[in-house]
């Protein structure tokens, strides 16, 4: 079985060979790296060239234009030859043994059509698991909304998805917006499908200066249509709990007011009035407080 290593990367050029050696020293030697450039400006296309050189892994390099995470995953899934698709950012990187973990848990799910794929922890450098709460049992089968709301996990974690069912979650494209969080795929993902989740981290990462995670409000208040997308979908999710529910009406104000002042039209596309409405003062709080505090940096997954 093919692994697809997937690393979506723009100007990482000083952290792209702390990964590269990670898949190195991998246990499981079964894997292909994709990597797909969103127009870096460095020298990470020559430092690629370095690597495929060596001929010590298959390497997939992509050059495209900017045009966000999002955009390279959906061309990472075309370039996939791999059984699993498993993202890693160019600033983060893997344990030795991950991808033989990641294979174990597989196995048992393998033929199951009811999973989408296999899920572990992140960490920190020093081990530490991100988020520092695990479950209650080794392995759980569950989805998103449903760990968040049942294990209170809320952590982000580390997919790793059948790659021909991830196929069936490509992220929307909206012309002039670079950025939407990977949650809108995993909430989608929770209505159909369940992950199997395991008590054991596969992924070190880093939360960098400059990174998406660490720019999310300015990213979300940049990307106004993503973002009210995401929440609008949420509100409507079948799964979701009604607390969920109203916090993403909260948040579709939140940020639907960056992109249209029209709270007539803006009503129409959320609709579930009983949330909706009763969010719209709370979020428009919020947009007010974001426009006074343009320069918030918030992880908020």
């Not at 792209?16 to 990670?22: H, I, V």
């Not at 999973?115 to 988020?131: A, E, L």
């Not at 940049?222 to 009406?249: C, D, G, H, Q, T």
Request: some cysteine.
């Amino acid at each position: 079985m093919i692994i697809t290593i997937f690393t979506p990367t723009f100007n990482r050029k000083e952290t792209l060979a702390r990964l590269y050696n990670s898949l190195l020293r991998q246990t499981y030697k079964s894997f292909e790296w994709v990597i797909v450039d969103d127009g870096s400006t460095d020298d990470t296309e020559s430092l690629i060239r370095k690597f495929i050189k060596e001929d010590c892994i298959k390497i997939i390099y992509y050059k495209q234009a900017n045009g966000g995470k999002h955009r390279a995953i959906n061309k990472g899934l075309q370039l996939a030859d791999g059984e699993l698709f498993f993202i890693v950012d160019s600033d983060d990187y893997l344990l030795d043994n991950s991808l033989e973990i990641v294979s174990s848990y597989y196995h048992a799910v393998k033929d199951d059509d009811n999973i989408i794929g296999v899920t572990g922890f992140r960490c920190y450098p020093n081990g530490d698991i991100i988020g520092g709460k695990l479950f209650p049992d080794k392995v759980v089968d569950s989805n998103l909304l449903e760990r968040r709301r049942f294990y209170k996990i809320s952590a982000d974690m580390a997919h790793v998805i059948k790659t021909e069912l991830f196929k069936e979650f490509l992220f929307p494209d909206i012309s002039n917006e670079k950025f939407v969080a990977e949650s809108i795929v995993w909430n989608k993902m929770s209505t159909k499908y369940k992950m199997r989740y395991f008590n054991e981290p596969i992924y070190v990462g880093e939360y960098l200066e400059g990174g998406l995670s660490h720019n999310s409000i300015k990213n979300r208040r940049k990307n106004p249509k993503y973002s009210s997308l995401l929440y609008r979908e949420l509100v409507n999710n079948p799964i979701a709990s009604s607390m969920l529910k109203f916090k993403s009406a909260v948040n579709y104000w939140r940020f639907s007011f960056c992109k249209s002042k029209n709270i007539l039209l803006l009503i129409h596309e959320i609709g579930n009035y009983k949330y909706s409405l009763p969010a719209l003062p709370l979020g428009f709080v919020f947009f007010v407080k974001d426009n006074i505090n343009d320069n918030v940096d918030i992880n908020m997954k």
